[in-house]
T-cell receptor, first 112, second 113 residues
Framework: NAGVTQTPKFQVLKTGQSMTLQCAQDMNHEYMSWYRQDPGMGLRLIHYSVGAGITDQGEVPNGYNVSRSTTEDFPLRLLSAAPSQTSVYFC???????????FGQGTRLTVV | GENVEQHPSTLSVQEGDSAVIKCTYSDSASNYFPWYKQELGKGPQLIIDIRSNVGEKKDQRIAVTLNKTAKHFSLHITETQPEDSAVYFCAASMNSGYSTLTFGKGTMLLVSP
């Protein structure tokens, strides 16, 4: 049982490049979310999804896109990377609202 | 939207001592309050949660208390051990609509042997 799998674990991008952070879960959870973690800022919600085909913005959505075509996958796209997007990104899933959220191991992204 | 404040940002204790981390929330409609532990290089992991119809919940050395009137909740760890050293996050969410978790900024707990 893999839980929540994020790829890649590390990535270095040049300013202006685009990339997709992958997130997959094998628990058939409806809710999936993307967070970024910066020193002293805690976990801030970027985008979330409450089921296939349904996504919405969180606290810090600018510069990021998401889609949810299947229950299992919830990729996060950086359209044109900026140094301000240097962060650790976590994907999480939960069966429904107000239940345990299971986090992936994170992706450490550096934009130079 | 919801705002969660967490204190202290760092906490150092001796092994065997108790540790208390406090959080306040702003939205009285919030009714679910989980606590997560994050070890170095890993994702956060749920350690305990409480819902607004309960004032206190315990799980071995860990307990959480909730004061709805004052809008604050606390994590209590007794008989701390070095393996308790980690970053702890509190969070809050509402049981309505597409509610999402709002996290505090975290507390780094250091337990010295």
């Amino acid at each position: 049982n893999a839980g929540v799998t994020q790829t890649p674990k590390f990535q270095v991008l040049k300013t202006g490049q685009s990339m997709t952070l992958q997130c997959a879960q094998d628990m058939n959870h409806e809710y999936m979310s993307w967070y970024r973690q910066d020193p002293g800022m805690g976990l801030r919600l970027i985008h979330y999804s409450v089921g296939a085909g349904i996504t919405d913005q969180g606290e810090v959505p600018n510069g990021y896109n998401v889609s949810r075509s299947t229950t299992e996958d919830f990729p996060l796209r950086l359209l044109s990377a900026a140094p301000s997007q240097t962060s650790v990104y976590f994907c999480a899933s939960s069966p429904t609202r107000n239940t345990e959220a299971f986090f992936g191991q994170g992706t450490r992204l550096t934009v130079v | 939207g919801e705002n969660v404040e967490q204190h202290p940002s760092t906490l150092s204790v001796q092994e065997g001592d108790s540790a208390v981390i406090k959080c306040t929330y702003s939205d009285s409609a919030s009714n679910y309050f989980p606590w997560y532990k994050q070890e170095l290089g890993k994702g956060p992991q749920l350690i305990i949660d409480i819902r607004s119809n309960v004032g206190e919940k315990k799980d071995q050395r860990i307990a959480v208390t909730l004061n709805k009137t004052a809008k604050h909740f606390s994590l209590h760890i007794t008989e701390t051990q070095p393996e308790d050293s980690a970053v702890y996050f509190c969070a809050a969410s509402m049981n309505s609509g597409y509610s999402t978790l709002t996290f505090g900024k975290g507390t780094m707990l250091l337990v010295s042997p």
